[in-house]
């Protein structure tokens, strides 16, 4: 760890159905010196949340406007369809985008999917959030298109959801402002993207000073050993041409 990192604490922004826990359990083991902060805010916030400055990095949504932004996808979340356990759709184990042309659906205004046309009916009015949708599904007022992770989430008793494989999926990814892309950044993008704790691709290169530290601890081990007298065999010699355990010259080197 660089003196800049030591005391500093790394902010990582997710949303509703996004669990970083995984992710920051690594982090935990290979930089426990570097606390880490996770700020849940609604997926349509991430983005300006990076762009002020109040998070590191985040995961989103996609899609976002990219400008000044770095992301890599992560993956792609299957949509379902959360309806009351009555509702007749739970009869099919997939329901389809047409199956729900005469059904209300709620659209609410923190819809984690990007639609080119919205499927069903327009139902009566648009919740604010995920979570006043599923209270208004259970209420048996119409259903509610979501990644399968908020499904999960706003899971209750009295619901189910069926998956809808036609219908446009969510994708997750990773962003942060380029201009920012600091180690311990790279230290983050290392963990999401599996690479060992011994990578040298999951961070920015050492600076001159850490270098000479790291040459410097390889050279001693190899110093010692130079030092050994050799203990024969076919291979090369650890000890240079010089005075051996009977005082006499070794040969000169022609």
């Not at 660089?2 to 159905?17: C, D, I, K, N, Q």
């Not at 349509?44 to 300006?48: D, F, L, P």
């Not at 992770?149 to 619901?159: G, I, P, Y």
């Given at each position: 760890?660089?003196?800049?990192?030591?005391?500093?604490?790394?902010?990582?922004?997710?949303?509703?159905?996004?669990?970083?826990?995984?992710?920051?359990?690594?982090?935990?083991e290979r930089l426990p010196e570097v606390p880490l902060t996770l700020v849940a805010v609604p997926a349509?916030?991430?983005?300006?949340l990076l762009r002020s400055g109040g998070a590191d990095a985040g995961f989103v949504r996609l899609p976002v406007d990219r400008d000044g932004l770095s992301v890599?996808?992560?993956?792609?979340?299957?949509?379902?369809v959360v309806v009351p356990k009555d509702h007749a759709v739970t009869a099919a184990d997939e329901v389809t985008v047409a199956d729900l042309a005469d059904e209300e659906v709620f659209h609410p205004l923190d819809d984690a999917i990007e639609w080119t046309a919205r499927p069903g009916l327009p139902a009566f009015e648009r919740p604010a959030t995920t979570a006043d949708a599923v209270q208004l599904v259970a209420g048996g007022a119409g259903l509610l298109l979501v990644p399968q992770?908020?499904?999960?989430?706003?899971?209750?008793?009295?619901?189910t959801y069926r998956p809808v494989?036609?219908?446009p999926e969510s994708q997750v990814a990773l962003a942060w402002l380029t201009n920012e892309t600091t180690d311990l950044v790279e230290d983050f993008i290392g963990i999401v993207r599996g690479r060992t704790a011994n990578?040298?691709?999951?961070?920015?290169?050492?600076?001159?000073?850490?270098k000479q530290v790291q040459k410097q601890a390889v050279q001693k081990p190899a110093r010692r050993q130079a030092g050994k007298p050799s203990q024969g065999g076919s291979g090369s010699r650890?000890?240079?041409?010089?005075?051996?355990?009977?005082?006499?010259?070794?040969?000169?080197?022609?």
């Open positions: 760890m660089t003196h800049e990192e030591s005391g500093r604490v790394f902010r990582l922004a997710y949303p509703p159905g996004v669990t970083p826990a995984k992710w920051v359990s690594v982090w935990a349509a916030e991430v983005e300006g890599i996808p992560l993956y792609v979340e299957t949509t379902v992770s908020l499904a999960r989430l706003h899971d209750r008793r009295d619901l494989p036609d219908a990578s040298s691709r999951g961070r920015t290169p050492a600076s001159p000073v850490e650890a000890v240079p041409a010089g005075r051996g355990k009977s005082g006499k010259k070794g040969r000169r080197p022609r």
